[in-house]
């Protein structure tokens, strides 16, 4: 699964750091939705734990940091997980149905997405 430039980012300095919290994305990496990004690195068979933390002044943050597993694993520990379509196909038939569309050109479109998935 190829990543994202920011979610490269956030993968290379789990390799190298510790862990990363959204301050630190955003300070030095300018990442400023640091969850979405460790979800592309976990969609990517990473494994990330994810830490509630509270500064001295009682806000809370997130703390991400690889499993010891995974620190010790240069690869994925997991297979990527595979990206499900935003709808489905039964909904896009029936859209399309309703808009008119031939029976086949509805099922070309359908095949043809089927194959680029």
Known sequence: MKLSRQASL?????????????????????IRRLASRIDEVVAAGFEVLKERQEDATGQSY?????????????FPLHPARKR???????????????????????NDLINHLKEKA
């Open 84 to 106: 499900e379509p935003r709808i489905t196909l039964a909904f896009l038939q029936n859209a399309m149905e309703e808009l008119g569309f031939e029976r086949e050109d509805i």
């Open 62 to 74: 997130t703390r991400y940091s690889f499993s010891e597993r995974q620190r010790r694993a240069d």
């Open 10 to 30: 956030v993968l290379a300095h789990l390799r190298a750091e510790k862990h990363i919290t959204s301050w630190q994305a955003e300070g030095v990496y300018r």
